[in-house]
């Protein structure tokens, strides 16, 4: 029968701001189990006043004297270690949960970075309170708003020739990948590069508007619930997912265009796959049904998605 984990956060399963795959694996599990995950968001100056708001185990790995740490401003708990994922396969990632840990968040503007980073050149940041039992967040100059958690990053390791990356730059493994769609119930396919797939997840968002413009969205502690599953069946270039109603491509480049270029590729691959239709065929359905969405435009490699029908296929 599968079994059910929990990972905590700790200064030993939390890498700071990088992924590698020479990192240790905190956590076995056989494929199809299930793994709760905390996660952690900030660093020491987006912390509130108020020590008693912040989670221990924040405080345990801000503290930690820590021999590494990479370029990225992330906290990512794992790897976790999926028997059976190989190489050249696929890691089927099952998101289940994700719930808000705390009632507060952050959201920032850093200068010179964001969209407009010629606009935008002092920092500001504003603390956001979260209602945990509403299930809403408040802005300090009023309006509220209803949560939309999701996980910015999931991912699983690069491959070993790439080293050690910085965490803010998704790539083919996954990544901050910033995708407000990838919401608890849809499932998400991360290409596998190492035995093991070796996953992790981070970067809690509370809610984004697609694009996340400043750099920012709501950034807050979660825990995850995922089930994760060898699919040495499956072979893919880059991630995609899908919901109970639709495919979801995804592309990720540093130019937008060729960004949108690659969603729409994958997704008539998508289509032909799972459909009589050809590719031709996938492809005008592409421009007559697709929805075609800008995931982000502020982590290096731009995001571009696209959301597919497929009651239609």
Known sequence: MPATHHLSATPQTVAWGY?????????????????????????????????????????????????????GVHHLTGPVHVQGARPGGCLQ???????????????????????????????QQALIDIDLDTG???????????????FGIMAVAPP???????????????????NKALIPGTTLYLPVFNDGALFSAGDGHGRQGDGEVCIDALETALQ????????????????????????????????LEQAAEQAVRQMTELITARSQHDRHQAYMMCSMLGDLRITQ??????GVHMLFPKSML
């Open 224 to 255: 995850g619930r995922f089930r994760l599953t060898a699919r040495p069946d499956l072979n893919a270039h880059r991630p995609f997912a899908e919901s109970a109603t639709h495919l979801i491509s995804m592309g990720l480049h540093a130019s």
């Open 93 to 123: 990632v099952d998101i289940l949960a994700a719930t808000p840990r705390q009632d507060w968040g952050f959201c920032e503007i850093l200068p010179l970075k964001g969209l407009l980073p010629d606009e935008f050149t002092d920092y």
């Open 297 to 302: 435009v502020v982590d290096g490699n731009k």
């Open 19 to 71: 992924l590698d795959a020479a990192r240790d694996a905190v956590l076995h599990v056989q494929s199809g189990d299930e793994v709760v995950i905390d996660t952690l968001s900030g660093e020491p100056d987006n912390l509130p006043a108020d020590p008693a708001r912040v989670l221990a185990d924040h405080r345990a790995v801000l503290n930690a004297q820590r021999k590494e740490r990479g370029e």
């Open 160 to 178: 070993p020739a790439w080293g050690r990356l910085p965490s803010p730059v998704p790539w083919a493994f996954g990544g901050n990948i910033d």
């Open 136 to 150: 809403m967040a408040t802005l300090p100059w009023g309006p509220a708003f209803e949560l939309e958690p999701f």
